[in-house]
């Protein structure tokens, strides 16, 4: 079965290191999500591609996190310089072509621990 | 945009017995509820979905019911295992945009 790969699963870093997060998408789905994932809470959206364009980072924190999706297959989200704040679950989800809503794969995520 | 709530935040069932989760949502533009199951260190995982020209929808122990008026949606798990311990997300969006609830811890007990 297809699966969203995710890398890496554990990342823990200082305040004001750089840190980076790869995702693999299930062949073929266009659409690709990053949410943020705070302990207890639900996940949030961080960033929308529609293949490699982004549709949504109204949510992005854009001074300190990019996220690119070159050739609008795997994804990377970067946060520089990281926070105690950033500490969460980064879960990448994708999804197949447009039109109506459908379900979202997500990854296994990446936790990331900022000390 | 969509605000989507859950209740109640944690629900323990004796295995057997039948677990009901609630939610609501604000946009009455949103035409898509799935709900996600997420087991410790993994991702969600799809586990029914239902969308606004229906008002329930059934898969084995696992059901969905719609009520687009008052705009909520209940998840039923009846005959509880204790597989289905794990907690429980529903999201309510369209467009390819989906909102999340904070989440509902569910434990059943042996």
């Known amino acids: 079965e297809a699966e969203v790969a995710q890398s890496p699963r554990y990342k823990i870093t200082e305040k004001s290191q750089a840190v980076a997060f790869w995702c693999d998408p299930i062949?073929?789905?266009?659409?690709l999500y990053w949410y943020r994932q705070i302990l207890g809470q639900g996940p949030e959206l961080l960033v929308q591609f529609q293949d490699e364009s982004v549709v949504d980072d109204s949510q992005l924190p854009k001074d300190r996190f990019s996220a690119e999706r070159l050739k609008g297959v795997d994804s990377t989200l970067k946060i520089q310089p990281a926070e105690l704040g950033d500490s969460a679950m980064y879960l990448c989800a994708t999804g197949g072509a447009g039109g109506n809503t459908g379900e979202l794969f997500f990854g296994e995520g990446s936790r990331l621990t900022v000390l | 945009g969509e605000n989507v709530e859950q209740h109640p935040s944690t629900l323990s069932v004796q295995e057997g017995d039948s677990a009901v989760i609630k939610c609501t949502y604000s946009?009455?533009?949103?035409?898509?509820f799935p709900w996600y199951k997420q087991e410790l260190g993994k991702g969600p995982q799809l586990i029914i979905d239902i969308r606004s020209n229906v008002g329930e929808k059934k898969d084995q122990r696992i059901a969905v019911t719609l009520n687009k008026t008052a705009k909520h949606f209940s998840l039923h798990i009846t005959e509880t295992q204790p597989e289905d311990s794990a907690v429980y997300f529903c999201?309510?969006?369209?467009?390819?945009?989906?909102?999340f609830g904070k989440g509902n811890q569910v434990v059943v007990i042996p």
């Open positions: 999201a309510a969006g369209g467009n390819n945009r989906l909102a």
């Open positions: 062949s073929g789905h266009a659409t």
């Open positions: 946009d009455s533009a949103s035409n898509y």
